[in-house]
């Protein structure tokens, strides 16, 4: 239903709002205007010939110099001078073109300087004028106001010092004294004694001897050695066969009982006695002046 209302809204806003096609106006042309040329400013003249003199002379204030310069447009000669304080005269010749600028400096004359003297100051009298008389002024004796009457005030009476307050004695306070308590006192324990356990003793296993192998003769001839001397190894098997003889020849050795077995057994015997470790009584508390007291 809504969706009916909605349609035919847009129906009626279409109906009352016709379409009306975008309107292609044809583009202005304007002619271009027409201005009149411009044209850059440039430096760039031809050399041409040229020559110029000028010099100053002014005597009252000391000024004295000039300048002249003369080109062919392509070389520029010149000199300047200029007279300096010190009365010399200080000339500069150059020349100018396309390597450069080359000057020649040099100066005319000696150096002279003026002995200083100082100003004339001309002693003027100062002038003496007549001292003025003035008559002396005659000014009315001022009157003043009779001086004004003040009340006299009487310093005021405070009251008399107050006595110093007395505060009570209260008696120091006695605390009642309480006896100790008494601890009950326990007898030391007194532990088991268990026997040292004793240890079986192994005898020494007896070791079987063997014969002596018999190994056959050897019937290779070796070579005379004359580089080096025989071999170590050879000399550690002879040493290990000789001692293998002196074992096989021995005597056969007796049962010995060891001596770490005897002193165990000793000790299982000594640790099998019981210990009897002896109590102390306890100690009585010496007793105080408060136990005395209570």
Known sequence: MKLLIIAALAVVALAENPYYPKPNYPKPTYPAPAYPPSYEKSYDYPPMPYAFDWAVLDEPSYNDFGHKETSDGKVVDGTYYVVLPDSRKQVVTYKADDY???????????????????????????????????????????????????????????????????????????????????????????????????????????????????????????????????????KTEEVAVAVADVAVEAEPITKVEPVAEVAVEAVAEVAAEPVVEEVAAPVAEPETATDASA
């Open 100 to 234: 450069g600028y080359v000057a020649d400096v040099k100066y005319e004359g000696e150096a002279k300087y003026d002995e200083y003297k100082p100003a004339y100051k001309p002693a003027y009298a100062p002038p003496a004028y007549p001292k003025a008389s003035y008559p002396e002024p005659a000014y009315p004796k001022p009157t003043y106001a009779p001086k004004p009457a003040y009340p006299s005030y009487s310093p005021p009476a405070y009251p008399k010092a107050y006595p110093e307050p007395s505060y009570p004695s209260y008696p120091k306070p006695s605390y009642p004294s309480y006896a100790p308590p008494a601890y009950p006192s326990y007898p030391k324990p007194s532990y088991p004694s268990y026997p040292r356990p004793a240890y079986p003793s192994y005898p020494r296993p007896a070791y079987p001897s063997y014969p002596k192998p018999s190994y056959p003769a050897s019937t290779t001839t070796e070579a005379p050695v004359t580089e080096a001397p025989a071999p170590v190894v050879e």
